[in-house]
Structures are given as structure tokens and as C-alpha cells.
């Protein structure tokens, strides 16, 4: 059908079809003409910042599964603009990074080419699904416009000393993507990307120092309203832990090994020493006749995991290496061992071994039979020779020279501190779990770091004036594996002069990792077009920080972090006001598909996992997807169905042109929210969107036939009876007594569905916002059932014409457009997006009764139901003369009544 002939029909005002298609289409149309989600900056009105985490194009296009991240703050954003908030709900590409060279890579595709098509594709969806975007703030990260100032914020980490270049730091080596990885992309020991194991490798690397933000990272968990479970994965994250470093000197040598403690108060009970297989000292501490034994074993632990050192399951294992050390507070000589259970990564990368207190040095101990001593007991059966287990807590200090006596607790602990800092042989100290981030990647797609290597002057970063270091245009950009950029064999690129002297100088050829792109862009979109500056400094202290950010929390430790740490940097050089860029935020459950696979043994998964969405799915799973090209060859008495994460590479994805093709963008969105609680995992299946496209019809069939009448009659009579309502009201004849206890009811469950729906899609609880919309159309339903026909009375026809003239309001952030629809067809201009949030009349909502609960010293006896408005006095006397009060009550003196006014009476004998 034309356009034109639509429209005609459009005119005709069909009552009864719900014809989805048309007016999706039409209303997408009309809000695109309209540029009706263009935001006005800086109105007087208040600012809400409403963000979704913004994608990776590393997919054809989006699924469902993908609706459930954009759809419920898009649901939260337009009922913020209906409460008249000038409201910012950006989009854009995380475009840079392994997940979309990896995508290009498996089509043998370019990524330049590949990520604009991928990301106009995502947008012709995400449009075909109604998200309220501000499109004229799309950003891309790959474009130059962009990552420029992602350089330029380089630069500035640089020059306040928080990016470096390293050599002496082990790295996350993937030996399929070819490029090394910071530490939070390494998930269970595997890429994050395509789940190979990682290994180590001793490269040079560009590190930003976070570590040094630690404590603030910490302090402003405090300030933030985030889900507890993400605070605690942050907080585990940094680790940070209070205690000391303690020096002991090598026997007989000038070496001092230095040691992290949190437990000095336990120096008396160190018994041996062990050093990391990669400390520098061991090679230079180990006795001749050793060396082979320590070098052997030195070797084997290269081939051990990180993850499988720190395994507490792990039976310890380690060497000795002929040396021995002195106790600095008993100068006792204690034996110095090997063993890996022990990291280079952490503190010093040496312990001081406590047997009798820490379970790894206790195993070890007993496994190498080396001496165990108690300087605190449980109970005074405890002794070394008996004990199964490090005793942890407990007792009083002994055996501890002039410790002896104090308590086992924190306060003994800081007067040893003192102690060692007043002998000099140690010091207070607190350390990070948190590692440096690793941004350099040897990867092609990503950002050029600013850095230019000269023979003369070293390490010079690039000008500003000299922004963008472009990404070159290359035929071959796959990763080259030697450790080295693929960018290293480009020498246009790489041959440059040096901005200080002049002189012949290369160019850094690695580039920086995704996740620094995406540690800024929710500032970039307050200010998307700035050629002159990253943002504008009011523009951004205006929008930031975000009010509600919405995303997966699968970024806990990475992105979340990251992100943090630069809106810190950039607050401490005084470019912005705020420290902590995302006040709220929520991560939504993913969606699950319903997915034939077969069972395997554990090690068959591990090496047939590359899924290129980066499940965070365990690389241990028993089980795995049958592929449509699969499925023939293994008989179906062989089949077993799972839940698994909707996802392509599982080939498992519903596509939302498929759900809005058959059922409509506004049931597809109806769904999304009502099928479970807004953080749940979801199970998809096409009943369950029938069943919200079946609301839907009902609801439009009802509306329809109330605002034929609305259209017939009501409408033009409106006037009239409204004034004469009005002139009763005046005449203080109660208008509501005018009405019938039905309407009244029906009223009422208008006003209280109005404020039931704000409140909870303010607050996320859309699933109970569309249980509310349902329950309020089955009473509409009932009643026009009980009073059907068109010869409504006057106050009916006030009443249904204000329920005609509010569903499209209180549908419309949901069913945006349905309410656009049905808003048109009133006769009204323009869309429901630029109309109030029906307001709440407070006194029409209110219940006529409401239930006290009334207890005997705190124990529930009795739900009373009073007339709402009844005194704190009244209830006190209505709740004794209950039944089951009275009877509790005999032979109790009453001393006291609590009361709460509205909720519960209190008795106290
Ligand atoms: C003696 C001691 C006695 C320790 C005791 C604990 C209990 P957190 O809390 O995680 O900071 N340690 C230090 N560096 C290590 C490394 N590189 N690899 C493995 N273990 C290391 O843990 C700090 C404690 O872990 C330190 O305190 C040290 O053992 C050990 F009753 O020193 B403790
Ligand atoms: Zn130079």
C-alpha cells in the first residue's frame, strides 16, 4: 500500500484494526520528521541522563536478547520526559576493539569497512524497535573526530605520570588473538574474547596506573547507588589490604629480602622464607649444589597458571635453595625455599612462611617437614605437634619477646609496626590486589598511541597540536603473532621524525585496548560535535554525571572500573567537576533461548568454545550447542535441550525485525519488560510474546470502542457536563456522590494504576508497571460489561472520557506507538513524548478502608480493617475492642500503647 492511500485510510478512522505494521511504521516516520528525540540543551527544566552501555558492532545485527538492555531505559527515559525532565538518552558504537576485528577477521573482511554497515544496521533496529535516542549524538569510536581525544586523554594520563611503558612486568598473553590482555580480561585463566587459555609473556607494555587511584576507587563505592553484588565484585577487585614490609637479611650474603605481611605480629613465628619462582634474588641466593633442582623447578612452574597457584585444592610444592635467612627480631636462621604458590605479582613476590597461623605455609610446612611455632593459641590443648590446621584467630600473644600477653587482635598489630619502623627493619605498608591496567594491545584495530620512540630522546608523546596519530588504511591488519603490531610493518606509519629533536624517530605501533575508548564516551555525548576539545566543560558538568546507566554486569571489574578511574583523572586536572560518572546503575538479566545441544566430555567443551560474544559461560560446560549444520548428524534421541544465553554464535538468536515483523515493536517492548523482574535471567519463548500481543489487541479493542463513544458524544458534550459537574462541586453537591460506587471504583483504580506505573518505572519494576496496566483493563473491561451501550450518564461519560483521554499518556512510554495512535485519533496534535505524565488525583486514589495491624508486645494478633482517615486515638480503641485482643488480654495489665498512624497499634503488657 502507498503511503498516500494509507493515509486515507488513516483519515477513515478504522475503529477496530490493530494493524501494528502500519502504524510502526507510520510513527517512526512522523518521530524522525519531527526530530521528535532531538534534545534542547540546558533548558531550565531539570536534567536527567539516561544511558545504556553502548554496543561493540561485532554482529550482523541485534537479538532480542539485546531489546532487554535498550528497551526498559528507554521505557525509564520517556516517562522521565512525560515528568517534564530535559532528558539526554544518547547511543553510539564501542567500534574500536577485538570484538569487532575478530568479527571482520573471521569474514575476511576490513573492520573500516565492516563497522559502519554493522552499526547502521544496529540503528535501523533499534529505530524499528521505538528507543527514544537523540541519534544527532551518535558517536563512533573509531572515527577520528573521536579518538583523537582519546589520545589527547592518553596524553594527559602521560603527563601526569599515570601512563608508562614497562618491561619488567610478566603479561596476559592470547595466543589467538595474538595480543596481550589486561588482567580484567582474563576471565577464569581465559580471553575474554575467544576463550583461549592465556599464557604468560614477559613483553613490553603500556600501563595506566590505576593502582594509585585504589583507595579512591574505594571511598566512592560509597557515594553511588549500585547494585551491592557489583560494589562487592569492585571492592574484592582492588583488594586492598593493610600491613608491612619487613626486610631479612640473607646469611652470610648482602642481599635483604623484603617482605609484604599483613600478620607482623607473627614475625616470632616465621619459621622458613619462600620466594616466588621468578623473584630476581633466587638465582643469585642459591647455593651450586641446587641450582639444577631450583632451575628445574623454576621452569615447571612457567607452565602453571596463575589461577592454579592461588588453588587452595592444590597440593604445595616448592624447593630448597641452600640459603637461609635472619629473622630480624630473633635473628633465628630460617631455611629459604621456593614455591610457586607464592606470586611475583603480589606485594614483593617473597613471604615470610608462618606455619602455625597461615594454611598454605602449614601444608607446606608439613608436607617439607620444617618447624612449626604457636605465638597465639585457641585453647591451651593446642600445641605444634597435634595441630591438623593453621590456627587463625584466637588467644593472646606468646612466644613474642615484648609482645607476650597482648591480645591477638588489630591493636598488637599496629604496636609491631611501630616496633619494626623504630628498628628500621620494616615499615606500614597497604597493597592492591588491583594491577596496573594493561592498555597496549599488538592488534591493528584500535586507537594509534600517541608516542613516538627516538634514538636521542627516548619516549616523546605526540603533540597535541599533531592529534590525530592516524590509523593507517592497510590490505593486511590481521594480528602478526611475534608480539609486535601489525602496524610494525607499516613503514609509512611508522617512520616519523622526532617532535623534539628532529631527528629519524618510530612511531609506538601498538594501539590501545577498547576499553579505553569506552572509559570516556558518556562524557563525549553531552558534547559530540567539539572539534576544539574532548567536551565542553559546562556542557558536560550540566549532563554528568549520568542519572542511570543500565548495562550488563559481565563490565563489573572491566569497563565499570576503568571508567571510574578516568573521570577521576579528568576531575583531578580540573577538566570536570564530579568524580564518579554514573550516580545509578542497574544491569538487567540476559535473555535465555531454549537450545539443543548434546553432552561432552569436559575437555572436548574447552577446545570447541569460540564463541565470538564472549559468554562469560564456563569453559568447564559439560554440554554443547548442536549447530543447525550439526543437528543431522546426531540422532535426536541424543538431544538435550538447555537454557543458555541467546546468542549468535549459538545460533539460537530471535531477531527483533522477526518479532516486530509478526507481533509489532510495542508487544515486543510489552514482553521484554513484564516476562520477569528487571535484573532476572528470562526465558524466551514465542507463547509468551503471544500472550503480551494478545494484551495488546485486547487493550486497543477496548480504547477503540470507548473513544467511538468518546467521538460520538461525549466529546462535543464534554463542555457542558463537565461544567455542570463543576456547578455541583461548587454547590458543595459531592460530585462523587453524583456517581455510582462502580464508577467510583473504576476511578479510583485509574489514579492509583497512574501512580503505581510512575513510580514503578522510576524505580525499575517494569514487570509490575505492566501487571498494574493489565489489572486496571480488566476492570475497565468488567465495568464495560456491567454498563454497556453508548447511553452513558453524564458522570459516566466524564469518567470514560477521562480514562479515553489517560491510557494513551500512561501507555506511552511503554507502547509508545499505540499511544501515538490512539492520542492522533482523539483529535489531539503531535506525539504523547512531548505531553505530562498524567497527574495523580491523590484523593481519588485513596481506598476508602485500609487495615491496621494490630500486635501484643510486638506478636501479630489481629489485621483490622478501619475507614482510611481513622485517628492514631480511634484505632488505639478500636484495636482493643477486637475479639482476639480482648481475649489475649485477660489477666494482662496493659502498661503501654505504640501506635503507628495508618499501619499498627502496638500493645505492651
Ligand atoms: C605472614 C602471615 C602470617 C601471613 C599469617 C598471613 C597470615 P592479603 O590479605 O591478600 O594481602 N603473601 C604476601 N605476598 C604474597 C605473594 N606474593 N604470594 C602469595 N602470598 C603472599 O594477604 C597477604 C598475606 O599473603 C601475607 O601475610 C603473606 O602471608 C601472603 F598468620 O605473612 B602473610
Ligand atoms: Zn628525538
Not at 603533540?463 to 602478526?480: G, S
Request: with cysteine; hydrophobic share 35%; aromatic share 10%.
Amino acid at each position: 500500500m502507498s503511503d498516500d492511500k494509507r493515509d486515507k485510510r488513516d483519515i477513515r478512522q478504522d475503529a477496530t484494526a490493530y494493524d501494528f505494521r502500519y502504524i510502526e511504521a507510520k510513527w517512526q516516520r512522523r518521530w524522525e520528521e519531527t526530530a521528535l528525540f532531538r534534545v534542547e540543551e540546558r533548558s531550565d527544566r531539570p536534567k536527567f541522563y539516561g544511558l545504556d552501555m553502548f554496543p561493540y558492532p561485532s554482529g550482523a545485527g541485534i537479538s532480542v536478547g539485546h531489546c532487554r538492555n535498550y528497551v526498559p531505559l528507554d521505557v525509564a527515559c520517556r516517562l522521565k520526559v512525560m515528568q517534564g525532565y530535559n532528558v539526554l538518552h544518547p547511543m553510539g558504537w564501542d567500534a574500536f576493539g577485538q570484538p569487532a576485528e575478530n568479527e571482520a577477521i573471521r569474514l575476511g573482511r576490513n573492520p573500516g569497512d565492516m563497522v559502519p554497515e554493522y552499526a547502521a544496521n544496529y540503528k535501523r533496529q533499534l529505530k524499528l524497535v521505538g528507543i527514544s535516542y537523540d541519534w544527532s549524538r551518535e558517536v563512533n569510536s573509531s572515527m577520528p573526530d573521536y579518538y583523537r581525544w582519546t589520545q589527547w586523554i592518553f596524553l594527559l594520563l602521560y603527563r601526569r605520570g599515570l601512563a608508562y611503558r614497562s618491561s619488567n612486568t610478566a603479561v596476559n598473553w592470547c595466543p589467538q588473538d595474538k595480543t596481550v590482555l589486561a588482567n580484567e580480561e582474563v576471565v577464569n585463566g581465559r580471553c575474554w574474547r575467544c576463550n583461549s587459555l592465556v599464557e604468560k609473556r614477559y613483553i613490553p607494555q603500556w600501563f595506566f596506573h590505576i593502582v594509585a587511584y585504589g583507595d579512591r576507587l574505594l571511598e566512592g563505592l560509597d557515594t553511588i547507588q549500585w547494585p551491592a553484588g557489583v560494589k562487592t565484585l569492585q571492592t574484592n577487585w582492588i583488594g586492598r589490604s593493610e600491613g608491612a614490609e619487613v626486610d631479612f637479611a640473607v646469611d652470610h650474603r648482602d642481599d635483604t629480602i623484603r617482605v609484604y605481611t599483613t600478620r607482623p605480629d607473627t614475625l616470632w613465628g616465621a619459621t622458613f622464607m619462600v620466594l616466588a619462582p621468578e623473584h630476581p634474588l633466587v638465582q643469585t641466593i642459591t647455593v651450586p649444589a641446587r641450582c639444577a633442582g631450583v632451575a628445574e623447578y623454576q621452569e615447571r612452574a612457567q607452565r602453571v597458571s596463575e589461577i592454579d597457584r592461588q588453588s587452595t585444592e592444590r597440593t604445595k610444592t616448592g624447593v630448597f635453595t641452600g640459603a637461609y635467612a635472619v629473622n630480624p627480631v630473633n635473628h633465628q636462621l630460617i631455611p629459604i625455599w621456593v614455591a610457586d604458590y607464592v606470586l611475583m605479582g603480589y606485594g614483593t613476590g617473597a613471604i615470610m612462611a608462618v606455619p602455625a597461623h597461615d594454611q598454605r605455609d602449614f601444608e607446606f610446612a608439613r608436607k617439607y617437614d620444617i618447624p612449626i611455632r604457636l605465638v597465639y593459641r585457641e585453647s591451651s590443648e593446642q600445641s605444634e605437634d597435634t595441630m591438623i590446621a593453621a590456627v587463625e584467630h584466637g588467644g593472646v600473644m606468646e612466644n613474642c619477646g615484648p609482645f607476650d600477653g597482648l591480645p591477638n587482635d588489630k591493636s598488637t598489630v599496629r604496636k609491631v609496626i611501630e616496633y619494626l619502623e623504630q628498628r628500621g627493619i620494616g615499615a606500614g605498608r597497604v597493597n592492591f590486589r588491583l594491577r596496573d591496567w594493561l592498555i597496549s594491545r599488538q592488534r591493528y584495530w584500535g586507537v594509534p598511541i600517541p608516542i613516538v620512540h627516538c634514538a636521542q630522546c627516548g619516549i616523546v608523546p605526540v603533540p597535541e597540536n599533531e592529534l590525530p596519530v592516524l590509523l593507517p588504511d592497510v590490505e593486511r591488519y590481521q594480528p602478526t603473532g611475534t608480539g609486535e603490531s601489525p602496524l610494525a610493518g607499516v613503514p609509512e606509519f611508522v617512520n616519523t621524525a622526532c617532535p623534539t629533536c628532529g631527528g629519524p624517530a618510530r612511531r609506538e605501533t601498538d594501539t590501545m585496548g577498547g576499553s579505553a575508548c569506552s572509559s570516556w564516551y558518556f562524557l563525549r555525548f553531552a558534547d559530540p560535535h567539539n572539534s576544539t576539545a574532548p567536551f565542553e566543560k559546562s556542557v558536560v558538568n550540566y549532563w554528568l554525571p549520568v542519572d542511570m546507566y543500565a548495562g550488563g554486569a559481565d563490565h563489573a571489574v572491566g569497563h565499570l572500573l576503568y571508567a571510574r578511574f578516568w573521570t577521576k583523572v579528568l576531575h583531578d586536572a580540573g577538566l570536570i567537576e564530579f568524580d564518579e560518572p554514573f550516580q545509578r546503575y542497574r544491569n538487567q538479566g540476559m535473555v535465555l533461548a531454549y537450545t539443543p545441544g548434546r553432552e561432552v566430555r569436559k575437555d572436548e567443551a574447552v577446545s570447541s568454545t569460540g564463541d565470538l560474544e564472549a559468554d562469560s559461560e564456563d569453559p568447564l560446560e559439560d554440554w554443547k550447542v548442536l549447530l543447525p549444520e550439526e543437528q543431522a548428524t546426531v540422532p535426536e534421541s541424543l538431544w538435550v535441550w538447555r537454557w543458555t544465553k541467546m546468542s549468535k554464535s549459538k545460533r539460537n538468536v530471535v531477531t527483533p525485525d522477526e518479532m516486530a515483523e509478526k507481533y509489532g515493536a510495542d508487544s515486543l517492548r510489552l514482553f521484554t519488560l513484564f516476562i520477569a523482574p528487571y535484573e532476572d535471567n528470562v526465558h524466551w519463548t514465542d507463547k509468551g510474546i503471544e500472550g503480551a500481543h494478545r494484551f495488546v489487541n485486547r487493550v486497543w479493542r477496548i480504547w477503540t470502542e470507548l473513544r467511538a463513544s468518546y467521538l460520538t458524544g461525549w466529546r462535543d458534550e464534554l463542555p457542558s457536563i463537565k461544567a455542570r459537574t463543576e456547578l455541583n462541586a461548587a454547590n458543595s453537591v459531592d460530585v462523587i456522590d453524583t456517581w455510582g460506587e462502580s464508577e467510583r471504583k473504576l476511578r479510583r483504580k485509574l489514579h492509583q494504576t497512574i501512580r503505581k506505573v510512575g513510580e514503578d518505572l522510576e524505580s525499575f519494576r517494569f514487570n509490575t508497571a505492566v501487571a498494574a496496566l493489565m489489572e486496571l483493563t480488566n476492570e475497565l473491561s468488567s465495568y464495560r460489561n456491567a454498563h454497556g451501550g453508548r447511553d452513558h450518564s453524564a458522570s459516566q461519560a466524564v469518567l470514560l472520557s477521562e480514562i479515553v483521554e489517560t491510557l494513551p499518556l500512561l501507555m506511552s512510554p511503554i507502547m509508545p506507538h499505540v499511544a501515538d495512535e490512539w492520542w492522533e485519533s482523539l483529535g489531539k496534535q503531535g506525539s504523547t513524548f512531548k505531553q505530562s505524565w498524567p497527574a495523580v488525583d491523590a484523593e481519588a486514589a485513596a481506598e476508602d478502608t485500609i487495615v491496621i495491624v494490630v500486635q501484643i508486645n510486638g506478636k501479630l494478633r489481629e489485621r483490622m480493617e478501619v475507614a482510611a482517615g481513622t485517628s492514631k486515638e480511634e484505632a488505639e480503641r478500636l484495636a482493643l475492642e477486637c475479639d482476639k485482643v480482648k481475649s489475649a488480654l485477660i489477666d494482662k495489665q496493659i502498661r503501654k500503647v505504640i501506635s503507628v498512624p495508618g499501619r499498627l497499634v502496638n500493645i505492651v503488657c
